[in-house]
Structure formats: structure tokens, C-alpha cells
Nanobody, 115 residues
Framework: QVHLVESGGGLVQTGGSLRLSCAAS????????MAWYRQAPGKQRSLVAQ???????MYADTVKGRFTISRDNAKNTMYLQMNSLKAEDTAVYYC?????????WGQGTQVTVSS
């Protein structure tokens, strides 16, 4: 079982950028699909972006064109580059498999965008 740890969150102003990392305790090369999710205060956790092992990606409409998901199988790490951040991007961000597995949810990393 792979253990996932998110990092890279922080406080940033509107329009700024952050890059989140998801470090896996083991190899992710055999994992077909991984994803980033987020949970804003008072809201349910939602899918932000997915990446499949073949390289294809999918994004939520709210982040399309601003966020980029990537993975480095050699480093067992997945990334989320977030540009042009908006106040509504404020949330705790999590990585997991797609579909998500309950036993793979980590602590997440807080992203706060100030206007």
C-alpha cells in the first residue's frame, strides 16, 4: 500500500502561483490514475485534476487553463502547478488515486488565496 503525503500549500495573493507535491512512499509507476482533490470550508471534497499513466489529463472546469497536473514516476511524486489563483481556490488539497481509496487520504495541504 502506497502512503501519500501532500506539501507545498501556503498563503498567496490573488493571481499568484503555488506548486503542490504529492510524495508517495512507494512506486507509483504501476498506478494507472492519480488525482488531486480539494475541500473548501463548508463544502464537500471535489475532484480538481486527474492524470492517467499514459499522460492524459482531465480538469475541473473551475481550474481548466490555470492548473496543471503532472507526475514523475522516477521520483514517485505527483504535482499540481496552480497559476492565476483566485480566492475561491482556497481549500485543503489532497492527492489520491482515481477513483479515490478511503485508506489513501492524507492530511492534505492548505492553500489560502487572499484577495
Amino acid at each position: 500500500q502506497v502512503h501519500l503525503v501532500e506539501s507545498g500549500g501556503g498563503l498567496v495573493q490573488t493571481g499568484g502561483s503555488l506548486r503542490l507535491s504529492c510524495a508517495a512512499s512507494g512506486s507509483i509507476s504501476s498506478i494507472n490514475a492519480m488525482a488531486w482533490y480539494r475541500q473548501a470550508p463548508g463544502k464537500q471534497r471535489s475532484l480538481v485534476a486527474q492524470m492517467f499513466n499514459g499522460g492524459s489529463t482531465m480538469y475541473a472546469d473551475t481550474v481548466k487553463g490555470r492548473f496543471t497536473i503532472s507526475r514523475d514516476n522516477a521520483k514517485n511524486t505527483m504535482y499540481l502547478q496552480m497559476n492565476s489563483l483566485k480566492a475561491e481556490d482556497t481549500a485543503v488539497y489532497y492527492c489520491n488515486l482515481w477513483p479515490p481509496r478511503q485508506d489513501h487520504w492524507g492530511q492534505g495541504t492548505q492553500v489560502t488565496v487572499s484577495s
